[in-house]
């Protein structure tokens, strides 16, 4: 005991040495740098396919020339030269589903012992930049320009033949042609 206390006693303990300090933290902390842009966050869409977000990781939505019903021409590809109508228009990757064009073999399972499996087609989405806007009036294909009508009304218009594409009757006929499409695949199931 008496070799324990002479060791103790021979350790200094002062106030410059850290042994006889409690620990304290600096007083300044880091300051951290603000980001000076928002980067744009990648949502995981499919394990191959990726798409941009906002921040909020809202996916971004771009604008594109075309609308549902509106009469296309397919300007490349494997359908070159076609003209059918817009189905269905996805925002978030510019593509759009037209009519009868870029069909696909789908093959599907049976369901049930007494349902047999089927080989259907499907239409794939294309690129809106693969079609035009087509004046079945002309035959003539064309690029959209936009205008403001007298009663300040913002339209869409083919710029070759000025003539009007987005108007009541246009948008009237889409929708009941859509109502009739989904009345026929809800009878056939």
Known sequence: MAALQSAFTSLNLSTNSFLGKSFSPPLYLPVAKPAQQPTLV???????????????????????????????????????????????????????????????????KKKSEDEPGQIIKIEAPIHSSNVMLYSKEKNVASRVGHKTLDDGKRVRYLIKTGEIIDSADNWKRAIKEKEKSTEVAAAAS
């Open 42 to 108: 990648v949502a995981k869409l499919k394990r191959w396919e990726r798409k941009k977000c906002k921040p909020n990781s809202l996916p971004v939505l771009h604008n594109m020339h075309v609308k549902v019903g509106d009469t296309v021409k397919v300007i490349s590809g494997s359908d070159k030269g076609k003209i059918s109508e817009v189905t269905m228009v996805i925002k978030h990757n510019s593509k759009i589903v037209v009519k009868d064009i870029n069909l696909k073999t789908k093959h599907v």
